[in-house]
């Protein structure tokens, strides 16, 4: 399988901070990169999705302007939650899909934020 | 969003027996994907299916793509500790890049 590394794996950071999160694909180019947001015992939610050297397209109900999110490159993507809240606390993940291996898809290990 | 219907959701067994689980769909998936998921983890591809009827094998596990197109199921045999985790399928339809989930089957193993 691909070979993502996304960090940090753990963070927490207080109310009204910034934090960001990185995604790596090392073996491969991500033309794009999808984020997710999973809350505990839940299936993973998407909330965005960006392809390389483009903006990010967002999913209904998340705000843009709150979870920023950069494709600069084909094997880094950034997820920055901008002035972090309590209810921002959740499990966060990368999965990065190469344009010839868009029938597979692998994921990042996963970012855990509490905020406090 | 669109979800899967994903059963059971939960499963508690002992250890050696097997395993099933199945999501099913309104709509026509060209892709199945299952995957497992530990705590605190991101989810590991264990199966992928591409063709209708695709019966695929990975050790232990074994996954079916459904003649209609819109059901998969997995089956675990002789099940052992480590397979303990939440299993979750994806569906992928013709010409989509997004994926759609299951809600998930959480296994649990008694020793």
């Known amino acids: 399988g691909a070979v993502v590394s996304q960090h940090p794996s753990r963070v927490i950071c207080k109310s009204g901070t910034s934090v960001k999160i990185e995604c790596r694909s090392l073996?491969?180019?991500?033309?794009?990169m999808f984020w997710y947001r999973q809350f505990p015992k839940q299936s993973l939610m998407l909330m965005a999705t960006?392809?390389?050297?483009?903006?990010?397209?967002?999913e209904q109900g998340v705000e843009k302007d709150k979870f920023l999110i950069n494709h600069a490159s084909l094997t880094l993507s950034t997820l920055t939650v901008t002035s972090a809240h309590p209810e921002d606390s959740s499990f966060y993940i990368c999965?990065?899909?190469?344009?010839?291996?868009?029938?597979?898809?692998?994921f990042g290990q996963g970012t855990r934020l509490t905020v406090v | 969003g669109q979800q899967l219907n994903q059963s059971p959701q939960s499963m508690f067994i002992q250890e050696g027996e097997d395993v099933s689980m199945n999501c099913t769909s309104s709509?026509?998936?060209?892709?199945w994907l299952w995957y497992k998921q530990d705590p605190g983890e991101g989810p590991v591809l264990l199966i992928a299916?591409?063709?209708?009827?695709e019966l695929t094998s990975n050790g232990r596990l074994t996954a079916q793509f459904g003649i209609t197109r819109k059901d998969s199921f997995l089956n675990i045999s002789a099940s052992i500790p480590s397979d303990v985790g939440i299993y979750f399928c994806?569906?992928?339809?013709?010409?989509?890049?997004?994926?759609?989930f299951g809600q998930g089957t959480r296994l649990t193993i008694n020793p």
């Open positions: 999965s990065p899909i190469s344009g010839d291996r868009v029938t597979e898809a692998f």
């Open positions: 073996d491969f180019q991500a033309t794009t």
């Open positions: 960006s392809n390389e050297g483009s903006k990010a397209t967002y």
């Open positions: 709509s026509i998936f060209n892709t």
């Open positions: 299916l591409y063709k209708a009827g």
């Open positions: 994806a569906g992928r339809s013709r010409g989509a890049q997004k994926l759609v």
